[in-house]
């Protein structure tokens, strides 16, 4: 059985900026008042977290659901 590969992420909105571009949010663990955002991995994931560092754009709307997404997984847990 093939192992799935993850990204873990402690930034709120890098992490709203990967799922708004289509990552795919595994989990969210927390620790506390700290949650850790868990993605499935793709090739392209170290380019995307480039591009949020470097004014890289997304859609207003995928953005804001994301967040929404986010905050709902973060404090249903």
Do not use: C, H, W
Not at 5 to 33: I, P, W
Not at 53 to 59: C, E, K, L, P
């Amino acid at each position: 059985m093939m192992r799935t590969k993850t990204y873990a992420s402690t930034d709120f909105y890098l992490s709203a900026y990967l799922k708004a571009k289509g990552l795919k949010l595994l989990d969210v663990e927390r620790d506390g008042r700290r949650a850790t955002f868990i993605f499935e991995d793709r090739e392209d994931r170290r380019e995307l977290i480039k591009g949020f560092y470097n004014d890289g754009t997304v859609q207003i709307n995928a953005f804001k659901n994301a967040i929404q997404d986010l905050k709902a997984a973060t404090y249903n847990l």
